[in-house]
């Protein structure tokens, strides 16, 4: 890829990068309950606000004289996305939420990933895993938050800029428009 289809990544998110070990990934998991998600759903949510920050399309690649993010050639939402399917309970859950947290991200594709289980017991399940790279805990409860406090107001949301500009060194593209 060219470096003017690529940019250099930020030196606190490659502080990140840098820090990831196997027996400690640098990833941020989130699990929600959202009462009566869907797999349709989920897909519109994130080809709509997910989506709308262009970073999530894109990938670390390790490149002199560091890391760089490059957009995923092959990109597709249902690289990102594992429906499973099944009834859990809260101890099944639990197990099976910790099975996936050590569990490595695939390095050949951006660096995050959702699992919904929608019929498990109390309602849909929502788990997120992401690279910290991507943004912090904090950045990420406030994306999702606004997401959703925005999501009655679709008009708005559905106009963010999808600005395809490349970024330089030290710049940050800005959040999508269904966000605070």
């Given at each position: ?177 269904c966000v605070s």
């Open positions: 890829m060219s470096q003017k289809e690529s940019h250099l990544l930020l030196p606190v998110d490659s502080a990140w990068l840098a820090l990831e070990r196997p027996e400690n990934p640098m990833t941020i998991t989130v699990m929600l309950r959202v009462e009566g998600l869907t797999e349709a759903r989920l897909l519109e949510f994130l080809r709509i606000y997910w989506l709308a920050w262009e970073r999530f399309r894109y990938m670390p690649v390790r490149r002199a004289p560091g890391w760089w993010w490059e957009e995923d050639p092959v990109f597709s939402l249902h690289h990102h996305l594992q429906v499973v399917g099944g009834e859990l309970d809260r101890q099944a859950l639990q197990d099976w939420v910790s099975a996936r947290l050590n569990q490595p991200l695939p390095t050949y594709r951006p660096l995050w990933k959702f699992w919904l289980l929608p019929d498990a017991e109390g309602g849909a399940v929502l788990l997120l895993r992401m690279h910290h790279c991507y943004a912090d805990g904090l950045s990420l409860q406030a994306y999702l938050t606004g997401c959703a406090r925005r999501r009655r107001n679709r008009r708005r949301c559905f106009t963010a800029r999808r600005n395809r500009r490349t970024w330089g060194v030290g710049e940050e593209p800005p959040m999508p428009g």
